[in-house]
Nanobody
Framework: QVQLVESGGGLVQAGGSLRLSCKAPEMIFRICRMAWYRQAPGKQRELVADILTTGKTTYADSEKGRFTISRDNVNNTVYLQMNSLKTEDKGVYYC?????????WGQGTQVTVSS
């Protein structure tokens, strides 16, 4: 079973920063698009940012300029640097690896932003 291991969540004040990490098995990481999703309480899971194996990135409009997704191809880890956090950024953040019909998810890491 493929395991994606997330870390880095926590409690932060509005305006603060957090960096999330997601480590994947090498065989998955090398060939998959990697992404971060957020699920806020009572809402559907939504895409925050993704990064292709080429390094090309995309962001949800509300995260542009504040969040940065990156991938470390040596350590098979994808990061999400979150700056200028807002209370509406709170939720469980999930890491996803996807290629063609294969889709893998992490267990999620909680991010709480206090006002």
């Amino acid at each position: 079973q493929v395991q994606l291991v997330e870390s880095g969540g926590g409690l932060v004040q509005a305006g603060g920063s957090l960096r999330l990490s997601c480590k994947a098995p090498e065989m998955i990481f090398r060939i998959c698009r990697m992404a971060w999703y957020r699920q806020a309480p009572g809402k559907q899971r939504e895409l925050v940012a993704d990064i292709l194996t080429t390094g090309k990135t995309t962001y949800a409009d509300s995260e542009k300029g504040r969040f940065t997704i990156s991938r470390d191809n040596v350590n098979n880890t994808v990061y999400l640097q979150m700056n200028s956090l807002k209370t509406e950024d709170k939720g469980v953040y999930y890491c996803e690896a996807r290629r063609a019909g294969d889709d893998y998810w992490g267990q999620g890491t909680q991010v709480t932003v206090s006002s």
